[in-house]
């Protein structure tokens, strides 16, 4: 039988991953995973570990106030409030989406680009501001918050294992920061899959997930792998189109719990 053996989410997008025992699914993904960005301070283009391999470092947990609290080595924890209705709106892009999201304000951002090295501003994405997921893949209505692309991603811990035995080397899974990992199926079997059951929620696959330079990113350092591992690895079985793919985004249909132990069914 397959089941979840274990769930993430990633309350500020490239930041420190969130272990869950048990999760709630609203409209956007996992509840609260990528509400929170930072964006450069002129541009408003979001920022990720491709390019700032320190923000791996960041721990963005939930405050008891509902926003959101800030952690990192060297800086003092600050606690940042979720922006009120009256909240200025920034314009910001994540890949080609534009939007317009409420700034967490200039004590946020002072803390991010005193860590970070230059100006940048922290941004929330509240439900009714959230993008369109590409419609090629989803149907209108369908949403996402900053995640790159689509609200779920999902790995099999047998793809993983098959890598790890390629590369020569125990692989992290937060190297591809997914938000479900399944094990009991065998290596990539979830890239046959078209709809998935956990519990009362049924899940389509998008499509596969690209890969970049970010999975070579040791999630517990932020230094990146000499060898470009595992990404060269990768790009020997599993490149498409120009395009490397491991594991699989995921679009849910309609809200739902989800907790570690659950079985997954195959549907089609």
Known sequence: MMRITQL???????GIAEPLEDARLDGLG??????????????????SQRALPRMSQILARWNAAGGLTLQAPGMACLDVPLPDDGAA???VTVWSDAMRVPDAGDEAAAWLSELLGKPYRLVQVPAERA???????????????????FPLLLIGQASLDDLSARVGRPLEMLR???????EGGEPYAEDG?????????????????SRCILTTIDPSTGERSP????????KTYRERD?????????????????????AVEVLE
């Open 8 to 14: 993430y989410r990633y309350p500020l997008k490239s």
């Open 30 to 47: 996992l509840a609260g995973d990528r509400r929170w960005m930072v964006v450069d301070a002129q541009s408003g283009r979001f920022q």
């Open 89 to 91: 709106l920034r314009g």
């Open 131 to 149: 993008r369109q997921v590409d419609t090629g893949y989803a149907e209108p209505g369908e949403k996402v918050g900053f995640a790159d692309g």
């Open 176 to 182: 591809f920061r997914p938000n479900l990992v399944v």
């Open 193 to 209: 899959w078209k709809r998935i059951r956990i519990g009362d929620t049924e899940f389509r696959m998008a499509k596969g997930c």
């Open 227 to 234: 060898d470009r591992e595992p990404l060269t690895t990768l």
């Open 242 to 262: 120009g395009e490397v793919y491991f594991g699989q985004n995921l679009v849910h249909q309609g809200e739902g719990e989800l907790r570690v132990g659950m």
